[in-house]
């Protein structure tokens, strides 16, 4: 079942109770990601993130890690584009426990100065890791290029320049114009009592400032372009991207069925076509990032520098059959059975059904249910997914990104007039 309520500030406070399991995952979200910073301060929301863990005014950064390895738990956070979340999964029996122990190092971090050097020095090294991760890296390149000037082209980590920017000042102020009540809600699945858990939220964070809604910032402007990023590599990286949909859109449950037939899995088109066939490559797939009110289309893939041309050939042409013709009948069938299948044998986890909460909760207000999915794949038609392909794939608007040896070859925008 699950409720929902508002403590006297309006943070919100979200519950799945799961009577047939053990543990509990509760999480504190908060509706701020990279999308809403500044430029010059690239990187903040994730470095307050790894801050929260480094001791309070009640416990020490060792303490918190004690605390949570006595009952067995889990305790851990990340950042996203829009969102931050905090969480920890324990045994239900210790979720008082835990959410006092969330709730400190949420409202009480101290930010201690040497902390804050030694977890920039940690940051830079994942920054470091993430560029020598090619097959990740070139990701973030694609972004950076296709919605070029946007806040949501910038990298969550941030950068090298602007990590070493980032003093106490600077968190301390972020943090209190963000964290705020109207953009805060707890959300917790699993051995849960709902009642019980709100009162201890009350208890617990009823001081935080009850304002602080989610500003509005325009979409990005797609920027069609291919950037041919020279890096002495084995592999040669791929990255070909277009218009994708937001979170909310009416074809959304198309682009599920179109992801998973196209590239999302062993027996979609590209994997069968590049890799099966041809043994072109040993990584290739499409994915779709969708946000608040836009999203890119993208597909990856990893080959040999004398691949290439290949690769790119044959992932076009079946990007030009969809385009034309859709999916068969079976296909179509496939992916919505494939899709409703992995979407229930994920949710049988207390972590997976409190990340749905969530972000049911940031993009609807409201609870999706179940079987309003499984409703929404299933009316998915042919003709849907012809008018999708089309949005996405429209040559004028498709960009590509090229990560390795490229030994001086440059590759124009008129490799997509394949498409037409």
């Known amino acids: 079942m699950i409720s929902s309520s508002s403590l006297s500030n309006g943070l919100r406070v979200l519950t799945e109770s799961m009577p047939h399991v053990l543990s509990t995952t509760i999480g504190i979200?908060?509706?701020?990601?990279?999308?809403?910073?500044?430029?010059?301060?690239?990187?903040?929301s994730h470095f307050i993130e790894h801050l929260l863990f480094k001791g309070t005014r009640k416990r020490t950064a060792a303490q918190i890690a004690e605390e949570m390895d006595a009952v067995g738990g889990v305790l851990n956070a990340f950042t996203g584009k829009e969102y931050t979340c905090y969480y920890a999964k324990v045994l239900g029996q210790h979720l008082p426990?835990?959410?006092?122990?969330?709730?400190?190092?949420?409202?009480?971090?101290?930010?201690?100065?040497?902390?804050?050097?030694?977890?920039?020095?940690?940051?830079?090294?994942?920054?470091?890791q993430a560029e020598d991760t090619p097959d990740d890296f070139i990701h973030d390149l694609f972004t950076l290029n296709f919605w070029r000037g946007h806040p949501l082209a910038l990298p969550i980590f941030g950068s090298v320049e602007t990590v070493n920017r980032i003093n106490r000042e600077l968190l301390v102020s972020f943090m209190g114009e963000r964290y705020r009540a109207g953009r805060i809600f707890i959300a917790a699945a699993g051995q849960v009592d709902h009642n019980q858990l709100v009162r201890d939220c009350q208890r617990l964070f009823?001081?935080?400032?009850?304002?602080?809604?989610?500003?509005?910032?325009?979409?990005?402007?797609?920027?069609?372009?291919?950037?041919?990023?020279?890096?002495?590599?084995?592999?040669?990286?791929i990255c070909i991207g277009g218009p994708g949909l937001s979170q909310v859109s009416d074809l959304r449950y198309?682009?599920?069925?179109?992801?998973?037939?196209?590239?999302?899995?062993?027996?979609?088109?590209?994997?069968?076509?590049?890799?099966?066939?041809?043994g072109r490559v040993y990584s290739i797939?499409?994915?779709?990032?969708?946000?608040?009110?836009?999203?890119?289309?993208?597909?990856?893939?990893?080959?040999?520098?004398?691949?290439?041309?290949?690769?790119?050939?044959?992932?076009?042409?079946?990007?030009?059959k969809v385009v034309r013709e859709g999916l068969r009948p079976n296909e179509l069938a496939r992916a919505k059975s494939q899709i409703k299948g992995n979407m229930l044998l994920g949710l049988e986890g207390t972590e997976t059904r409190m990340n749905r909460l969530a972000r049911n909760e940031i993009y609807f207000a409201r609870e999706v249910p179940l079987e309003e999915l499984a409703q929404g794949i299933d009316s998915v038609t042919a003709d849907q997914i012809v008018e999708l392909a089309n949005f996405l794939f429209e040559p004028g608007k498709m960009a590509m990104t090229l990560l390795g040896d490229l030994k001086g070859r440059q590759l124009a925008t008129s490799v997509f007039s394949a498409l037409d």
């Open 29 to 44: 979200w908060v509706e701020n990601g990279s999308r809403y910073e500044e430029p010059a301060d690239n990187g903040v």
């Open 97 to 128: 426990m835990t959410t006092e122990l969330l709730a400190d190092i949420f409202l009480h971090s101290l930010f201690a100065a040497e902390e804050i050097d030694r977890e920039r020095q940690v940051v830079l090294q994942e920054i470091s």
């Open 206 to 237: 009823g001081e935080i400032p009850g304002d602080g809604r989610v500003e509005k910032i325009a979409p990005p402007a797609e920027t069609p372009i291919v950037v041919n990023h020279e890096k002495q590599l084995e592999q040669m990286h």
């Open 254 to 278: 198309a682009s599920y069925v179109l992801n998973t037939a196209l590239g999302g899995g062993m027996s979609s088109r590209l994997f069968q076509e590049v890799r099966e066939k041809r």
């Open 285 to 320: 797939y499409s994915s779709m990032a969708s946000y608040a009110d836009c999203g890119y289309s993208l597909i990856y893939a990893g080959t040999n520098p004398e691949w290439l041309d290949e690769v790119l050939e044959v992932t076009l042409r079946e990007i030009r």
